[in-house]
């Protein structure tokens, strides 16, 4: 990836983002930035897996060690911790041949470094004071009115919210230092997993630092003096239209469905446009922003409807032991099927709880060939695995289950080791 100089930075800001129009209630700025699709991030998929900064990189070695390890290493002088971590983390070359980006007068502007390292992430950035939050710019995908964008108020107090047209580009945003973090959500507890965002976490090399559980509140929204008995289609995000389903039917609504990529761009749609006859799936305040009524309140099929939002950062926090954390990780094998029960039963040996677990096929070799001598050659889907599990990396029973793992599996990764979001609903 090429580094980009401060100059460079300044010059092509404007073509990523613009002036939101919508005004905000509260403490915020009423002037919003909005970052839109650029090139694919084709930069995203380094070869050795590797950051934009040696910072970057020694960060992502940060989760497995945990900064607590213990001081003892083996006397053999040729052991080199670095050659460990990159190894768990899937990397198959030596320290090396990674290929890290130099810190000099190269990329350097007027002797200042263009990206100075961050320090990692404490655990102050999920509760922080409002000082603090203040100088956060966290990118969302939506636009204002969006639950992403609730989300992020909710983390981070006050911060600066920056809308993105595509989950990619959120991702894209954080990469270039154009937000400082991002928010990502995975699972809702009625429409289930968003397979979509785990591919990104994957391709990607952000971490996560912290969740928020948020409960939705979805209502049906039409232009002033429009009434239900007119409308003739419903748009709205897939998952939000999944988790109103029965409630429009019992409604009584005769309207077709419709999928857009965003609840609050629903509604926003519909207001630019004038469109009398459709309603969109969308939060009471996108309503209040577009100029929307309220056809019905409270829409969606379960009261207890929650979705489960991920914070992405480009350096990982340090865990503690001070509070529940939770930790995200993703792997792979090909030594056969029976490698999952192995893996499963590393944690439960240890009495470490999963609380999900989600199976994606392997994009690059979706389908594997399998020789048996008693069957011949048989195909089955390859899959990569993500678990979410109740430890923090900075306890040893987490250190050695994933140590274990490692001997199963031909490729770990560490998402974040993060502390639970414990807010009641």
């Not at 905000?24 to 970052?35: D, H, I």
């Not at 919210?161 to 937000?179: G, K, M, R, S, Y």
């Amino acid at each position: 990836m090429q580094t980009l100089s401060p100059a460079y930075y300044t010059n092509n800001l404007n073509s990523l983002m613009r002036t939101s129009p919508y005004k905000f209630t509260g403490p915020r700025s009423s002037a919003r930035l909005s970052v839109h699709c650029i090139s694919p991030s084709d930069a995203a998929q380094f070869p050795d897996g590797i950051g934009y900064s040696r910072a970057d990189w020694q960060s992502s070695c940060a989760i497995l060690s945990s900064k607590v390890v213990s001081s003892e290493q083996p006397n053999d002088k040729s052991y080199s911790s670095a050659d460990h971590v990159t190894s768990v983390n899937g990397h198959k070359t030596s320290v090396e041949n990674i290929n890290l980006i130099q810190i000099n007068a190269a990329n350097s502007h007027n002797g200042q470094l263009a990206f100075p390292p961050q320090k990692p992430l404490s655990i102050t950035d999920l509760s922080p004071a409002p000082m603090h939050s203040s100088e956060l710019r966290v990118a969302y995908q939506g636009v204002p009115g969006a639950y992403s964008e609730a989300t992020a108020v909710k983390a981070y107090p006050n911060c600066e919210t920056i809308p993105c047209d595509q989950f990619e580009v959120a991702f894209q945003a954080v990469e270039l230092w154009i937000a400082d973090r991002a928010v990502l959500p995975v699972e809702n507890s009625l429409g289930g997993s968003i397979h979509r965002n785990y591919d990104l976490l994957l391709s990607h090399r952000l971490h996560i630092v912290g969740e928020v559980q948020l409960p939705v509140h979805h209502c049906l929204l039409a232009l002033p003096g429009v009434r239900k008995e007119y409308i003739t289609r419903v748009i709205s995000h897939p998952q939000a239209l999944a988790q109103c389903e029965h409630t429009l039917t019992k409604l009584g609504l005769q309207a077709s469905r419709e999928a857009v990529d965003n609840t609050a761009g629903a509604a926003e749609y519909i207001a630019t446009n004038n469109m009398r006859d459709t309603a969109a799936i969308a939060s009471a305040r996108a309503a209040e922003l577009y100029g929307m009524q309220i056809l019905a309140d409270g829409i969606q099929d379960d009261s207890s409807n929650v979705t489960r939002f991920v914070m992405l950062a480009r350096e990982p926090i340090i865990p503690r032991k001070d509070r529940p954390f939770k930790t995200s990780i993703v792997f792979a094998n090909d030594k056969g099927t029976n490698v999952l029960f192995k893996v499963l039963s590393a944690f439960a040996f240890r009495n470490i709880s999963l609380t999900k677990i989600e199976s994606r096929p392997h994009r690059n070799s979706p389908i594997k060939l399998v020789d048996d001598a008693n069957f011949g050659t048989t195909k089955h889907f390859d899959y990569m695995f993500y678990v979410d599990f109740k430890a923090s990396m900075a306890e040893l029973r987490a250190q050695n289950a994933l140590a274990e793992v490692q001997e199963f599996t031909s490729f770990l990764r560490v998402f974040g080791s993060y502390p639970m979001d414990m807010t009641p609903w």
